[in-house]
């Protein structure tokens, strides 16, 4: 069997750290730096009619996100974004499992922030229910849960900087509330990744 193939997609395990970068190829990071930079994070909070979704919850719950929009809508452009809705953020130290909403998340967070923002799209964080400082009750893909995305998506979708275009992405936890989003309809939602 020749293995020359297999040798030059996948080299041997102990010679990868000498491979050349391949810019060209499609899941490479963007090198080429935007025309743009972030502004200082901003932080909304939003309230939600929720008396339709909890027997014994509250009737209304708080939606808690952070945004960064690129420096283009300074000049009144109106631009798209992308979200990050995750249970996973709260008032963590460095080193803790996870931060604020208003610090960038590892690994996702900065890809996006470090490669998508200066390309003229904006930056968002939310905190689903009854996590970090969004109230209500911490119901996992949850009827109240699903309520929350949804109203989030709506929220970024029709503020006066966004051009209505709202795309998100994730994966495991934060995989499933974009399937939360997209089961509800909103017309502001473009993509999921």
């Known amino acids: 069997m020749d293995n020359s193939l297999d040798e030059e997609y996948y080299p041997n395990l102990k010679n990868r750290h000498s491979l050349e970068w391949d810019m060209t190829h499609t899941f490479s990071r963007v090198l080429e730096p935007g025309p743009h930079y972030a502004l200082d994070v901003q932080e909304a909070t939003f309230t939600v009619d929720t ?3 909890w027997e014994s919850g509250p009737a209304e ?3 808690h996100l952070s945004y960064w929009l690129p420096s283009n ?3 009144g452009e109106k631009v798209p974004i992308i979200a990050i809705i995750s249970p996973y953020f709260s008032y963590g130290q460095p080193g803790d499992e996870s931060g604020h909403t208003g610090i960038v998340s590892a690994g996702r ?5 470090e490669n998508f923002v200066p390309h003229g799209y ?4 939310v905190a689903v ?4 400082l969004s109230t209500g009750c911490f119901d996992y893909r949850g009827a109240g849960e699903g309520l929350g995305i949804h109203s989030a998506v709506e929220w970024l979708g029709s503020q006066e900087w966004s051009n209505g275009h709202v795309g998100l992405y994730g994966k ?3 995989g499933a509330t974009q399937w939360e989003a ?3 309809g909103s017309e502001y939602l473009k993509t999921i990744v």
């Open 61 to 63: 719950a708080d939606v």
């Open 182 to 184: 997209a089961a509800l």
């Open 172 to 174: 495991s936890y934060e």
């Open 51 to 53: 008396s339709e979704v």
């Open 122 to 125: 904006a930056f968002a964080q």
């Open 109 to 113: 967070g900065e890809f996006i922030y």
């Open 129 to 132: 229910f009854g996590t970090e």
């Open 73 to 75: 809508t300074l000049d």
